[in-house]
């Protein structure tokens, strides 16, 4: 549009900024904020609600707070994406500051306040807030779910995943990951047996609990059952990075090409993560060449990638 020499409306430069800030494209969401001034679109409240919304997911709070100051008529949504950076950023004090200040707060005002507790590990602050909400959704009650499991608490996530109302996936997936970070893959694969639909999530979840508490061969049947026809759930690179890491378990090359076939056929890119676990899978399995040949196409080399390779050539050597 820019190119053919015309000028975007403010639909399309508020569209612009929300898809800079939802992949926190800084340079891009820049530029239209550029053209925002260029076009004269500075009064229009859906703009300004979507530069507030863009400069806060990256946490730039001082451009955020500039916007939102002049804005002659502020929305919930804009307050709602000031509370959301200062959250972000981690300032508590400023966030209860700004949820002070709100005139009317709606049920995201409530619910990212309990979020922001529950990520600080302030789970007292968080029920707090919680047990205010006048009206609460799915979200508020996995925001608390979310928090507990984070700080190992699993059993009082499981007394609020218990009393709610209603349940959407994030729900289970969120209790599966929590009893999986503390090893009880009994407790996970009775909560994924119970789900009435099961997602790509949903599998990821639970195929990612055996890999990590050491059930190789239970990963892998389970990756082959959501491969069959009357489940038909197409894996992604999540899948098959935790896939990768069960084989890898079991410390047998023919497991490398059986991952990588199966990357082929999905369409799916060998990102950071995914390469990372098969450096592993080769490594273990004595394949140092290809091990290597992975490992120095990593874009980012963590100590993940690093040990594999250590270990790999100790094995090899």
């Keep these: 549009m820019h190119r053919l020499g015309l000028c975007p409306t403010t639909f399309a430069v508020s569209s612009a900024l929300r898809a800079c800030a939802r992949i926190e494209y800084r340079i891009g969401g820049v530029l239209v904020h550029g053209q925002v001034h260029k076009y004269g679109h500075r009064s229009c409240v859906y703009v300004q609600t979507a ?8 946490c730039d709070m001082v451009t955020a707070q500039k916007v939102f100051d002049e804005m002659l008529v502020k929305n919930v949504v804009s307050w709602n994406s000031i509370l959301s950076g200062c959250l972000k950023s981690g300032n508590l004090a400023e966030a209860q500051r700004v949820f002070d200040e709100i005139p009317r707060k709606d049920v995201i005002s409530w619910n990212s306040m309990v979020l922001g507790y529950a990520r600080a590990g302030n789970l007292d602050r968080a029920c707090s807030f919680f047990q205010q909400i006048p009206e609460k959704n799915t979200a508020s009650w996995n925001s608390m779910i979310s928090g507990y499991v984070d700080c190992g608490e699993i059993e009082s996530a499981r007394s609020i995943f218990d009393a709610m109302p209603q349940r959407n996936n994030v729900s289970w997936i969120t209790m599966i990951a929590g009893y999986s970070k503390c090893g009880d893959v009994e407790s996970a694969q009775k909560l994924f047996d119970q789900m009435d639909e ?3 999530l949903s599998f990821n979840a639970m195929i990612s609990c055996y890999a990590q508490n050491s059930q190789p061969k239970e990963a892998i049947e389970l990756f082959n059952q959501m491969l069959e026809p009357n489940v038909n759930v197409q894996p992604d690179g999540l899948t098959l990075a935790s896939l990768t890491s069960a084989c890898s378990q079991l410390g047998d090359f023919k497991f490398g090409p059986f991952v990588e076939s199966y990357m082929n056929k999905f ?3 060998l990102d950071d ?12 399995c004595g394949s140092i060449d290809k091990a290597y040949e992975l490992f120095h196409g990593l874009r980012k080399r963590d100590l993940i990638a690093y040990s594999a390779m250590i270990l790999g050539c100790g094995i090899k050597w």
């Design 267 to 269: 369409g799916i890119e």
């Design 273 to 284: 993560h995914l390469a990372t676990a098969l450096v592993d899978l080769y490594a273990k």
């Design 51 to 58: 530069l507030v919304d863009f400069y806060s997911k990256l």
């Design 198 to 200: 099961k997602d790509l």
